[in-house]
């Protein structure tokens, strides 16, 4: 965890997110991710995470949404691995601007895992959130879209998959409950 000048660990934030959905092979890699989300519904491909987000310095990320935060946990993808595949290291950005559309803005993620065989996978997503319409604010937070890529023993990588994960209302009520505010000693603070 990050200290302050007098030694003083700074705040944090941690909470736990759990998204499922379904992906496909058969979307190329400049496929659509709901066609891909689609075709892995119809062909039984799904794909869970049980992700936990942790931002060392809370006072940063509300300077800046951009201050990146480290991701750990694991997912699970029956048609890539029969086990959980174990994230090795991962990064989550709560907001940058999308440069494409006006006040619009995207969370990213992009995690690196490896299956109990050794095979390694890389997940990079992002939410679409708009400013504005409240009503969206539900799918905009709750929807990512998922590239998968497997990466070759070169760094080379190829695409796996495209689809689209959600957060449902219990994993909402789940991820709330597991929040956690880091080198605060009193709840009260």
Known sequence: SKVDAGGVPKPGIRFTEHMAGS??????????????AALGRATGS????????????????????RVPATITGQIEAPALSAAPIEVTEGRFVLLTPDPTHVETGNMLYRIEARTKDGIRYRLVGFKV????????????????????????????????????????????????????????????D
């Open 129 to 188: 959130v708009h400013h504005g319409a409240a009503a969206d604010a539900w799918r905009d937070t709750t929807t990512l879209y998922i590239t998968i890529f497997r990466i070759h023993g070169s760094g080379s990588s190829t695409v796996r998959g495209r689809g689209v994960l959600r957060v449902s209302v219990s994993a909402l009520r789940r991820l709330l409950a597991s929040i956690e505010i880091l080198n605060v000693p009193r709840r009260l």
């Open 46 to 65: 799904t794909l869970s995470t049980d992700l936990t987000i942790t931002h060392d310095d809370l006072l940063a990320l509300v300077a800046d949404p």
């Open 23 to 36: 992906f496909s092979e058969s979307v190329g890699p400049d496929g659509d991710f709901g066609a891909g």
